[in-house]
């Protein structure tokens, strides 16, 4: 079981980028999916989250401007981003917490896809 993250790249302040994370492998069920990020000298960072139902949260930074969605039958989840910022440039991560079977899960981290906004 694997998540591989696309869709980074380099972009100019106000810029938008769509990221996407797809889950591959023996799946059951997939309860929490996320992105994080982590910027260089600073520790990784929660950006949004996204539950089975739907249910969101964001980081106070990026309200308003990102937008996490997912798609449960395709097992991708994706953030769209508007409105970008120097300080948005962070290597981003998707996280989920996989259900292999009723009685195992795991929590699986994708590759990391780097964003760099210029000012």
């Known amino acids: 079981v694997q998540l591989q993250a696309s869709g980074g790249g380099l972009l100019q302040a106000g810029g938008s980028l769509r990221l996407s994370c797809a889950a591959s492998?023996?799946?059951?069920?997939?309860?929490?999916m996320a992105w994080h990020r982590q910027a260089p000298g600073k520790q990784r960072e929660l950006v949004a989250g996204i539950t089975s139902s739907g249910s969101t949260n964001y980081a106070d930074s990026v309200k308003g401007r990102f937008t996490i969605s997912r798609d449960n039958a395709k097992n991708t989840v994706c953030l769209q981003m508007i409105g970008l910022k120097p300080e948005d440039t962070a290597v981003y991560y998707c996280?989920?917490?996989?259900?292999?079977?009723?009685?195992?899960?795991?929590?699986?981290w994708g590759q990391g896809t780097l964003v760099t906004v210029s000012s």
């Open positions: 996280n989920a917490r996989i259900r292999l079977s009723l009685m195992s899960s795991t929590d699986l």
């Open positions: 492998g023996s799946i059951f069920s997939i309860n929490t």
